[in-house]
Each structure stands twice: as structure tokens, then as C-alpha cells.
């Protein structure tokens, strides 16, 4: 029976690979445009709402997908990516999908192995430890080549998202990625890739800016692929003193924006800096990188962000505790939704969580939470006058 099974899986597999990928052109037209719309702070009659990583393993569909194929085998394969990310899109309301991928794909292509170990998260078995490890790597690095997989998923999903809601790409941030590359995986301190950053300030310049060349690339790529905004991920943002943010990950998230706007001209799309914890870098987010919009998590007070930024040309994201999502109260539900409403306001404003959902969330409450943005926002967006 076992080798039955695994005979099955095989085949599965291999049809799911030989899938065919259309052209990334003549996709079809988009119904709902919300999120772009208030991504440039444009009028909209009600607040758009997606989740980071709502393609995951709170949907009971994507654990059945998950108990047959490994981690990486998913990414890798552009079918299976693809209908992993429609999965919350059949599901629910919501006004974006992002590609199923992870940010480790970038330290993949850069030639570390990245294994996805159950109970314990990402793994690199031999992270980079010294300066002349650095010669291990990579570089340049052939984005197509190592990541075509990501590109042709995004593609695939746009096509089969049928204009349904815009499609998210992202990557990880350089520090976030140089981070992951010298821990070896996951890390509450990240005091050995800080300690690089003092005591190996060349080597760390060095390795940001392989790791900014790979990104770029990258980001074009996917939107050249198909993507209608993308969205870095600086998830370690809060372990950097605010000097070290200024003097190794501003300048490189700067050009990162403005590169990939430069090379792709009028085809450029929104983009979303997420820097989690990074409540001293919000002002610099917003005016010295140049991101059409600022994701801030949780412990950041809707209205102070406001405040700050004051007249700033940004629109701003989050920032739902993700801990509600495994909650049934509906009236704690809905007041959060209002209290976020009331602070961001309507206009260039994007509802989402203020990090990545948890494994434990109840389907039920995620659908009465996007349909909570929706109803209240209806309402809120016609008192402001916003169409």
C-alpha cells in the first residue's frame, strides 16, 4: 500500500509539472482594482483587505496539499504554487492574492540549501560564518534560471485568477535574508548577523549587496511575470539599532525601490515595505525610500502613524493583532475593525494583519473579519465622501 501510495504521489506530481504556462500577456481584465487604487491614495468605495500569508496552513485545503508534497516541492512546482494561492481566494472576499513562494528563495538561488524542518521552521544547514564565506556564493546570479519557477507561477495564477482581485509578488528584504543566512534559521536575537555588522562592516556591505542585485532582479521579474504589486518583507527590522537601519538597510531598501522603478518605466507597480518592529524606521520608510506604501504591525497606533507622517504621499497597511484570527467573539472583532478604521481612515489605507496569520486561525473568523473591513469601510468611505 505504501508504494502504491507514493506511485500516486509520483504521478501527481508529475502531472502537476508538466502543466502548461501561458504567455505573461493578454491576462485577463481586472474586476476589482481596489487595492491599487488605494495603494496611489485614490478614492475608493470601500477599504481593500488581504493577509500576509493567507495561503498557509490554517486552511484545512492547503494541509491536505501540504501532506502530500514537501515545502519547497510546492514553491517549485508553478501548478501546485498556483492553487495554493487561489485556496483563501475561493474561500473568501478578499482584494488581492499574493504568490505562494517564501522569502528564502533568494539565499536559495544564491547557492545555500534551505530545508523546511516541521515543528521548527526554516533550516540552512551551512550558513555563511565567516567573511571568506562569502566566495561561496552565487553570484551574479541568473534570476530566471534559479527562479523561473516563482515567475511562471505568477504568470499561471494570473491567468487562472481570471481578473478576480490584483496579484501580490514580494521578497525578503537584504537584512531580513542576510539575517536568515549567518543564524541558519530563525533567530529572537539575531546577535551573531549583528555581530557581523560591527565587526565585519566590509564583508556585511558585501553581502547586502549581493543580496540587493538578486532582489531587484527579482521584483522586476515578477512584475514582468505578471505581478501588480509586490511587497518587501523586512521582518527583522526591530532587531537593528535605528543608526545600524540607517547606515546598512535604508540605503539598500532605497535602491531597491528606485531601481526596479527605474528599469521598468511606465510598467512599474505599487510597492509595499512591511519592516516589522520598526517603529523608528516608519518616517523613513515613508520619505526616504520612496514605497507607495508602509505596512506597520500591531503594536503601532493607527493614528500616531497618521500623525507622523502627516501630509507624506504614502499609504499605509495593517495592522490587525494576528492572535483575533483564532478568536469568535464577533463584537471584539468588529470593534478592532472599527477602531483601525477610525485611525487609518479610508483613503490610502489597506486593512490587513499586522504580521503573517497564525497556523491556529478559524477560517470562520478570518471571513467575518474581511467582511467586517468591507461592511464598515462601506459605510465609513460614504461619510468621507470617497466613491
Given at each position: ?78 501548478s501546485l504554487a498556483c492553487e495554493v494561492t487561489l ?99 530563525s533567530s529572537t536575537t539575531h546577535a551573531k548577523s ?180 468591507h461592511r464598515l469601510s462601506e459605510s465609513a468611505a ?6
Amino acid at each position: 500500500m505504501a508504494t502504491d501510495a507514493s506511485s500516486i504521489k509520483e504521478a501527481e506530481l508529475a502531472s502537476a509539472a508538466a502543466v502548461q504556462i501561458p504567455p505573461a500577456s493578454n491576462f485577463p481584465a481586472l474586476k476589482n482594482d481596489l487595492i491599487l487604487r488605494a495603494a496611489r491614495r485614490q478614492p475608493v468605495p470601500r477599504v481593500p483587505v488581504w493577509l500576509m500569508r493567507q495561503a498557509g496552513r490554517y486552511l484545512p485545503e492547503f494541509r491536505q496539499t501540504r501532506s502530500k508534497y514537501d515545502f519547497f516541492t510546492i514553491c517549485r512546482t508553478p501548478s501546485l504554487a498556483c492553487e495554493v494561492t487561489l485556496q483563501p481566494m475561493r474561500r473568501f472576499n478578499l482584494d488581492a492574492a499574493i504568490i505562494f513562494s517564501d522569502i528564502l528563495v533568494v539565499p536559495q538561488a544564491l547557492g545555500l540549501e534551505v530545508v523546511m524542518v516541521e515543528g521548527k521552521g526554516p533550516v540552512l544547514p551551512n550558513p555563511i560564518s565567516e567573511p571568506s564565506d562569502l566566495d561561496r556564493l552565487r553570484t551574479p546570479v541568473d534570476v530566471e534560471k534559479e527562479l523561473g519557477y516563482v515567475m511562471r507561477a505568477i504568470t499561471l495564477t494570473r491567468h487562472r485568477l481570471d481578473g478576480q482581485a490584483p496579484l501580490i509578488g514580494f521578497a525578503g528584504a537584504p537584512w531580513t535574508l542576510m539575517a536568515y543566512m549567518i543564524e541558519g534559521g530563525s533567530s529572537t536575537t539575531h546577535a551573531k548577523s549583528k555581530r557581523w555588522l560591527y565587526a565585519h562592516p566590509a564583508a556585511s556591505n558585501r553581502l547586502l549587496d549581493a543580496i540587493t542585485d538578486v532582489v531587484i532582479d527579482f521584483l522586476v521579474a515578477q512584475i514582468r511575470a505578471g505581478a501588480q504589486l509586490v511587497q518587501l518583507f523586512e521582518s527583522h527590522c526591530g532587531s537593528l539599532t535605528p543608526e545600524l537601519f540607517r547606515r546598512y538597510e535604508l540605503p539598500r531598501l532605497a535602491r531597491i525601490a528606485a531601481e526596479t522603478r527605474r528599469r521598468l518605466g511606465e510598467a512599474a507597480v505599487p510597492m509595499i515595505a512591511f519592516a516589522k518592529d520598526g517603529h523608528f524606521a516608519l518616517e523613513m520608510l515613508a520619505k526616504d525610500c520612496g514605497f507607495d506604501v508602509v505596512s506597520v504591525d500591531w503594536t503601532m497606533e493607527p493614528a500616531e502613524c497618521r500623525r507622523r507622517l502627516g501630509n507624506c504621499p504614502v499609504a499605509l497597511q495593517g495592522n490587525l493583532d494576528p492572535v483575533l484570527m483564532a478568536c469568535t467573539d464577533r463584537d471584539q472583532l468588529n470593534q478592532e475593525v472599527h477602531r483601525m478604521l477610525q485611525g487609518f481612515g479610508t483613503r490610502g489605507y489597506i486593512c490587513n494583519l499586522g504580521h503573517g496569520i497564525y497556523p491556529d486561525a478559524q477560517p470562520d473568523t478570518v471571513g467575518a473579519f474581511i467582511d467586517a473591513v468591507h461592511r464598515l469601510s462601506e459605510s465609513a468611505a460614504a461619510a468621507a465622501g470617497d466613491k
